[in-house]
């Protein structure tokens, strides 16, 4: 690092602002593609620095930049100590970050099953905890009560959860799987999760066994075959993002606790933008998806249920708005949402878009990928919210909202 020619290169990052401690504003920086689990607490300067590591800049240059900007000097100590973090924590575009990333996919793909990443975090690796943890997310105060135990001729062949931490929004999981446990059991669960860290080819597949404390969930072999089949491109290149992607990893949980092994999965993580879905390229390999997905599930003669694991709105600091949402700002939020999932409940996919299309998704729609997914695919006339709620992410007034919602023949 000491060379004159160095230029470091930041990997993209997430910098997200902390509770400001004594006046001073502080910030946090994380993998938004969980590579690396690091997260660094910086300065408010420290912060600014980091959009001069873009890999064209030296040491000295990136110093002078600074001083140019904002007529002060950056220590090259505190940079070179900056610099030594940022590496350590994997966050440079480097050899040894590619080193890093090339010993993790290789033992990932070698691995048969796709272990618990978030057990120990968002809820309890013990199982028996686990499973009181899950029956309280029902029969509490916000739940709808535990599933009656009778099994209805209904059939429900999708609904939408979140995604959100279980320990935040658990209960509204609870109203959409109490439906599914009273109706006719799934033989295949198809779970289209929100790719977070974002994906090359905007699906992506993996045929790893998912494990959580209350056991494991076989894939569907069968139709994951079919699906590859159908479909014209690679649905593996992507197979990483799975490792450490919650949104599939809560469902699983769900299906375990109503089902234990008696269903199969197919789990499939989704990422793109509400302009992708109408734009040349990117909208061909949507539509191409949804078709051979759509395809599969006529084709194979079982019960099949989609889950589109999903949340909604994202405002506030921690998003990148300046504000805080409380009071009227976030009731209008809400009512953004309740106006969107009117378009859900018509099982209406292009009214949905549009909606968030007009808004140029200034709500930051996080389940756009799956619940689209979903409604192009579904063979249905109707559906249901069921429950409709928000969580705080923090004490500067950002918000995730969430719903649960069933859709029916």
């Known amino acids: 690092m000491g060379e004159e020619n160095f230029r470091p290169r930041l990997r993209y990052v997430e910098v997200f ?3 400001d401690e004594q006046g001073r504003s502080q910030f946090g920086v994380r993998d938004p593609q969980q590579i690396t689990s690091h997260i660094l607490c910086i300065s408010l300067d420290v912060a600014y620095v980091l959009q001069f590591l873009d890999g064209t800049r030296t040491m000295e240059e990136i110093r002078s930049e600074f001083q140019r900007r904002f007529n002060r000097d950056f220590p090259a100590d505190l940079l070179s100590q900056v ?5 350590e924590s994997y966050f440079l575009d480097n050899d040894a970050f590619q080193l890093y990333l090339t010993e993790l996919v290789e033992s990932f793909r070698r691995a048969e099953v796709r272990e618990a990443f978030h057990a120990g975090n968002s809820y309890s690796e013990d199982a028996v905890t686990l499973h009181n943890s899950l029956t309280a997310l029902f029969s509490g105060p916000n739940g709808p009560g ?3 135990g009778a099994v209805s001729e209904r059939q429900i062949p999708a609904i939408i ?3 959100i931490d279980l320990r935040i929004g658990g209960h509204t999981y609870a109203w959409a799987y109490k439906q599914l446990a009273e109706a006719q059991k799934p033989d295949v669960v198809i779970v289209l ?4 860290s974002g994906l090359r080819n905007l699906f992506s597949l993996t045929r790893k066994r998912f494990a959580t404390p209350l056991g494991e969930l076989q894939i569907d072999s069968e139709f994951v075959n079919r699906l590859t089949t159908l479909y014209p491109h690679d649905l593996f290149s992507d197979e990483l993002a799975h490792r450490t992607e919650h949104t599939i990893e809560f469902q699983v949980l769900f299906l375990q606790f109503l089902f234990g092994s008696g269903v199969s999965l ?8 509400y302009s992708m879905v109408r734009d040349g390229n990117t909208a061909e390999i949507i539509r191409r998806f949804t078709e051979a997905l759509q395809m599969a599930i006529r084709q194979d003669g079982r019960r099949i249920c989609l889950v589109a694991s999903a949340d909604l709105a994202h405002v506030g600091p921690r998003y990148g708005d300046r504000e805080g949402f409380v009071g009227d700002r976030l009731e209008r939020v809400k009512e953004g949402d309740r106006e969107m999932l009117a378009y859900v409940e018509k099982v209406d996919a292009d009214g949905f878009l549009d909606y968030i299309a007009r808004e140029g998704d200034q709500r930051r729609i996080c389940g756009l990928s799956p619940i ?3 409604l192009k695919v ?3 006339r109707r559906g249901k919210v069921l429950s409709h709620s928000h969580g705080d992410m923090d004490n500067m007034g950002s918000v995730c909202s969430y719903a649960s919602v069933i859709l029916e023949a």
Do not use: E, M
């Not at 197919?266 to 933008?273: D, M, N, Q």
């Open 146 to 148: 535990l599933p009656n």
């Open 161 to 163: 959860a979140p995604h």
């Open 17 to 19: 602002p902390l509770p």
């Open 372 to 374: 689209y997914t979903v």
């Open 83 to 87: 610099i030594r973090k940022l590496d």
């Open 193 to 196: 999760g929100t790719g977070h």
């Open 266 to 273: 197919v789990p499939i993580l989704c990422s793109f933008a």
């Open 378 to 380: 579904l063979d249905a």
